[in-house]
């Protein structure tokens, strides 16, 4: 059986309008629009035509539809800097996401989500409380994927050709989702969770349609519940010199940027004192990267724990890749590149059956 819903998620996962794969497969555009909208079923040529044109195995266009990623419950970080195109892309990513979430789900025993949701409160506020819901104290907060994931988020990562949207989050079925951009640096990374985290705390399902205010008030919150008020003041950081701040932001994983702002947020920097030690900093390379990082970039604990446990029962990323009807390629970049694409991790066989679910614990590292 075709699944229309599949061949419009793969177009849109491939970033094509109808006239572009109309213009790659060969295929009317009027065609493909009877496909997508159940008017038609494309023959045995034709679905692989437009198979081999969107890098997706047929079998992923027989397969029941894939969760939906609703955009009004989707916290892009600058979503007016985004193509329609852009957009799409991105929602099918986590679509695509989301059905990998699935397959995980009916064989292993996930962390049942433990997220709070503060919709009424400051962002200061509900960083507080999280912080003192998960028992962080005024400690740095330890290893944010691991501490998500402990705590019931699914955590992924956004294919490379995704990247444009930075990263997202959404709530979906009372799970929540978090997707990460790769590419940046680990307190930048750190950062982005944070943010991340923020959106599901205070932008919960009370909250759709989002507004503009959203995006600020996530990055008021990871920046309290990275750097906690309590903390810093512990620290005496009065008006401190670029490299007190330096120093200072290796002991919370943040950037120096973010230290800085944080900083002037609390009544620690005088206004003046703040444009010239962002100036300095600017013009040190930290306004874009960071050049003396030594934190880690983060990725995905209980991604790891699954593989691993795949691998003891000979369950190939191959074999998880077609249960799921999509390329290995395509898998990998979803799983934070855990599973390592070689000759040998494309040989194996086997299905770990649903009523084998082991469970996985997860600590906070």
Not at 233 to 248: D, G, H, T
Request: charge should be positive.
């Amino acid at each position: 059986m075709f699944t229309p819903e599949r061949l419009v998620l793969a177009r849109k996962r491939r970033r094509m309008t109808l006239a572009a794969l109309a213009r790659q497969s060969g295929i009317s555009a009027q065609s493909i629009t009877a496909f997508e909208n159940h008017r038609k079923t494309p023959s045995p040529e034709t679905l692989s035509s437009l198979a081999d044109t969107l890098r997706f195995p047929e079998s992923f266009f027989t397969a029941e539809p894939a969760p939906e990623m609703q955009p009004d419950a989707v916290s892009f970080r600058a979503p007016s800097k985004m193509s329609a195109l852009e957009r799409d892309s991105a929602l099918s990513a986590g679509a695509v996401a989301a059905t990998l979430n699935t397959w995980l789900e009916a064989r292993f025993k996930l962390p049942s989500p433990n997220i709070p949701t503060y919709p009424q409160v400051t962002p200061e506020e509900a960083a507080e409380r999280l912080r003192a819901y998960w028992g962080m104290g005024e400690d740095p907060a330890p290893n944010l994927v691991h501490l998500m994931e402990a705590n019931g988020v699914r955590v992924f990562s956004l294919p490379p050709d995704c990247l444009d949207a930075d990263a997202f989050s959404t709530t979906r079925s009372g799970t929540p989702f978090v997707f990460l951009n790769t590419r940046k640096s680990g307190e930048r990374g750190r950062f982005d969770s944070a943010h991340e985290l923020g959106h599901l705390v205070l932008h919960c399902e009370h909250r759709i349609p989002r507004g503009r205010e959203v995006e600020p008030e996530a990055n008021d919150f990871a920046s309290a519940f990275l750097m906690p008020k309590a903390g810093i003041l512990a620290q005496q950081l009065y008006n401190p010199s670029v490299e007190r701040i330096l120093s200072a932001k290796r002991r919370w994983g943040v950037s120096a940027m973010a230290l800085t702002y944080r900083l002037r947020k609390l009544g620690l920097l005088t206004e003046w004192r703040y444009n010239q030690t962002a100036k300095h900093l600017a013009q040190m390379g930290y306004r874009r990267s960071e050049p003396d990082s030594s934190v880690t970039r983060e990725s995905s604990q209980l991604l790891g724990k699954v593989f691993q446990v795949l691998r003891s029962r000979n369950i190939s990323a191959a074999d998880v890749a077609q249960q799921m009807n999509i390329t290995f390629e395509e898998l990998n970049d979803y799983v934070f590149g855990l599973v390592p694409v070689s000759p040998v991790s494309l040989q194996g066989g086997g299905e770990m059956a649903p009523s084998q679910r082991p469970g996985l614990r997860l600590v906070r590292g």
